[in-house]
């Protein structure tokens, strides 16, 4: 049975070959309502799912996420980026691509799909440029200061820990320094992450044994 082609059909099938990418319903609904403002998301899915029941698109299910649309109907498969969920034609021929087992269990086959999942150039560099961000922030503290590095503040409080004969209160430790409970509060953290201060009694710290070494640096 012929399709009948209505402006609406003639439209989506216009753009979704003007585009030259695998466009979900939505994104053609967008394209679509500026040339007609009062067709409908609905009627853009239905029409698509006409079109492809007929085989003048491709009908796409990429990993279980929002069903695409292809207008190239020349057998080739797609690879799809996990990350911003890309959809590029694969040209990888019949290479690899063995039926036999299929044959054997009498199957008539009518196509195939082979899936290919990985992350595109563009979302690969953004996640090198994370990762190096990630690292260049673990390296510096709070409170500004380099990792292996100690401020004169971290050497005050070091120091006043040392000169105690055991855990200190952070109260104790301000009033030695003359820093404010909040100043003391925060390098404390600091010191912590670096592995120079324990707290071995609930609200008192202690010097580590590295904490005492990085003193003497």
Same mark, same amino acid.
């Given at each position: 049975m012929e399709l009948r082609m209505t402006n609406q059909r003639e439209m989506i099938l216009r753009e979704l070959k003007k585009s030259k990418k695998h466009l979900t319903a939505d994104e053609l &609904?967008? %394209?679509? !309502?500026?040339? *007609? @403002?009062r067709i409908s998301l609905a009627t853009v899915y239905r029409?698509? #799912?006409i079109l492809s029941d007929v085989k003048m698109i491709r009908k796409l299910e990429i990993s279980g996420r929002q069903k695409r649309f292809d207008s190239e109907l020349e057998d080739h498969d797609? =690879? &799809?980026c996990v990350q911003c969920h890309r959809i590029e034609n694969l040209d990888i021929g019949e290479t690899g691509v063995n039926l036999a087992a299929v044959d *054997? !269990?009498?199957y008539t086959v009518t196509g195939r799909r082979l899936e290919v999942t990985g992350m595109c150039p563009k979302c690969q560099k953004e996640q090198m440029q994370k990762t190096q961000n990630k690292n260049k922030g #673990?390296?510096? *503290?709070?409170c500004g200061c380099k990792k292996d590095t100690l401020s004169d503040e971290q050497k005050q409080i070091l120091e006043a820990m040392n000169n105690c004969d055991g855990p200190c209160a952070s109260k104790d430790i301000a009033a030695a320094t003359g820093l404010e409970a909040k100043q003391v509060s925060c390098r404390i953290t600091a010191l912590k992450k670096k592995g &120079?201060? #324990?707290? @071995?009694? %609930?609200c008192k710290y202690g =010097?580590?044994?590295e904490g005492k070494t990085a003193l003497r640096v």
């Amino acid at each position: 049975m012929e399709l009948r082609m209505t402006n609406q059909r003639e439209m989506i099938l216009r753009e979704l070959k003007k585009s030259k990418k695998h466009l979900t319903a939505d994104e053609l &609904y967008e %394209r679509v !309502k500026k040339f *007609m @403002p009062r067709i409908s998301l609905a009627t853009v899915y239905r029409n698509l #799912e006409i079109l492809s029941d007929v085989k003048m698109i491709r009908k796409l299910e990429i990993s279980g996420r929002q069903k695409r649309f292809d207008s190239e109907l020349e057998d080739h498969d797609h =690879i &799809y980026c996990v990350q911003c969920h890309r959809i590029e034609n694969l040209d990888i021929g019949e290479t690899g691509v063995n039926l036999a087992a299929v044959d *054997m !269990k009498g199957y008539t086959v009518t196509g195939r799909r082979l899936e290919v999942t990985g992350m595109c150039p563009k979302c690969q560099k953004e996640q090198m440029q994370k990762t190096q961000n990630k690292n260049k922030g #673990e390296s510096t *503290m709070a409170c500004g200061c380099k990792k292996d590095t100690l401020s004169d503040e971290q050497k005050q409080i070091l120091e006043a820990m040392n000169n105690c004969d055991g855990p200190c209160a952070s109260k104790d430790i301000a009033a030695a320094t003359g820093l404010e409970a909040k100043q003391v509060s925060c390098r404390i953290t600091a010191l912590k992450k670096k592995g &120079y201060v #324990e707290s @071995p009694v %609930r609200c008192k710290y202690g =010097i580590t044994s590295e904490g005492k070494t990085a003193l003497r640096v």
